[in-house]
């Protein structure tokens, strides 16, 4: 099973970008699949969530309104549009698959099974 995210990089405050979750030796469909980042000095975060079918979804309150997830079964990918950015975003962003939805719904690092290697986005002031 392998995870990866790809799309980090940097920008302004105020812009935007699209984080990708791709997945290789299994299918992304029977997960939940969800979005944490780690700051330097801190822990790690949930910032969002997306179900099995894709109807449901969560967000930390940081990221409401600013941030999207969706998944593309289709193409094996989760998606993480990322708008309004702001200095605090910064981090490194991980993506993390969830079979039995008892962590990625609330956001919780801890109930992930699976989880893919980072990408970086960092956002100047």
């Known amino acids: 099973f392998q995870l990866q995210a790809s799309g980090g990089g940097s920008v302004q405050a105020g812009g935007s970008l699209r984080l990708s979750c791709a997945a290789s030796?299994?299918?992304?469909?029977?997960?939940?699949i969800g979005w944490f980042r780690q700051a330097p000095g801190k822990e790690r975060e949930g910032v969002s969530c997306?179900?099995?079918?894709?109807?449901?979804?969560a967000y930390a309150d940081s990221v409401k309104g600013r941030f999207t997830i969706s998944r593309d079964d289709a193409k094996n990918t989760v998606y993480l549009q990322m708008n309004s950015l702001k200095p605090e975003d910064t981090a490194v962003y991980y993506c993390?698959?969830?079979?039995?939805?008892?962590?990625?719904?609330?956001?919780?690092?801890?109930?992930?099974?699976?989880w893919g290697k980072g990408t970086q986005v960092t956002v100047s002031s």
């Open positions: 997306v179900s099995r079918s894709g109807g449901g979804t």
């Open positions: 993390a698959a969830d079979l039995y939805g008892l962590g990625c719904p609330l956001l919780r690092a801890d109930g992930m099974d699976y």
């Open positions: 030796g299994f299918t992304l469909g029977g997960y939940y």
